[in-house]
């Protein structure tokens, strides 16, 4: 055999340990992303039902929030405190959701299926009032969906 051969020989055993080399990547990403979008489905499933919790636990907390949607101005500026506090937390969780499935990184299904809920609080004359004197702590696209969500028709919302 002479080294011309054993170059040629060489060189395909190289290109094969490449395809090899990428095809074992590709597999890795795959799994990874995977792996990251179902950690992130947990996160944003775990923050959702911390915020349930808060309701489950507490009649008082649950009393405020039903009177603050009803009549925001009703409330003593501690109990406004508590509602805004409430709604942020809500809506920083649903802007993660947004960012997340925009991104690529999260479930689109996820955020879809979350925006009835942002969608009935916003229609309180409570809720609409918050939005209208928070949307400060939020990016401006998610500020945007926000807006499309609460103008658009009943049976066209997404």
């Known amino acids: 055999m002479n080294w011309d051969a054993i170059g040629a020989i060489g060189e395909i055993v190289g290109a094969v340990a490449v395809i090899v080399t990428l095809v074992y990547l590709a597999i890795q990403i795959r799994q990874n992303t995977a792996q990251s979008r179902a950690s992130s489905h947990h996160a944003i499933s775990d923050s959702l039902n911390q915020i349930n919790l808060l309701f489950a636990q507490s009649t008082e907390i649950s009393a405020l929030f039903l009177t603050g949607?009803?009549?925001?101005?009703?409330?003593?500026?501690?109990?406004?405190?508590?509602?805004?506090s409430i709604m942020r937390a809500y809506f920083h969780v649903c802007e993660t959701m947004y960012f997340q499935a925009e991104v690529g990184t999260g479930d689109q299904g996820i955020a879809t299926a979350e925006e009835e809920g942002m969608i009935t609080l916003l229609a309180t004359k409570g809720g609409c009032e918050w939005w209208a004197q928070n949307t400060y702590g939020f990016s401006t696209d998610f500020r945007a969906y926000v807006d499309r969500l609460m103008k658009s028709p009943p049976l066209q919302r997404r």
């Not at 949607?69 to 805004?84: G, K, V």
Request: net charge negative; aromatic share 6%; hydrophobic share 30%.
């Open 69 to 84: 949607l009803e009549d925001r101005t009703s409330l003593t500026d501690a109990q406004r405190w508590q509602l805004d």
